[in-house]
């Protein structure tokens, strides 16, 4: 049975960092990209980062313009861990963050999601 397991979630104010890992069991990843979304109360999910798998490219990084110079996404192979370092973390990164896994491309699909893991960041 496959699982993502989230942590690091938490409380911070403006300006703070804080960072969340997502491991996953129950299967190969290899050739899954692993990465992160997150829904704020009244919003839809949206994407956030992800670690991607292709033939060409091997393992790439895939960020929206919100994320780029504040979060770093990683990944630990052996032991099917992401993680995702925020800093300058701002009152509108506050949501639930899910960690996802998709064949490849998160954002072409995602077969797996996490339960999530709160965020708040207070001003």
């Known amino acids: 049975q496959v699982h993502l397991e989230e942590s690091g979630g938490g409380s911070v104010q403006a300006g703070g960092s804080l960072r969340l890992s997502c491991a996953a069991s129950g299967r190969t990843f290899s050739s899954y990209g692993m990465g992160w979304f997150r829904q704020a109360p009244g919003k839809e999910r949206e994407f956030v980062a992800a670690?991607?798998?292709?033939?060409?490219?091997?393992?790439?990084?895939d960020y929206t313009d919100t994320a780029k110079g504040r979060f770093t996404i990683s990944r630990d192979y052996g032991k099917n861990t992401v993680y995702l370092q925020m800093n300058s973390l701002k009152p509108e990164d506050t949501a639930v963050y899910y960690c996802?896994?998709?064949?490849?491309?998160?954002?072409?699909?995602?077969?797996?999601w996490g339960q999530g893991t709160q965020v708040t960041v207070s001003s």
């Open positions: 996802a896994a998709g064949f490849r491309t998160v954002r072409a699909g995602v077969d797996y």
């Open positions: 670690i991607n798998w292709s033939a060409y490219r091997s393992y790439y990084t």
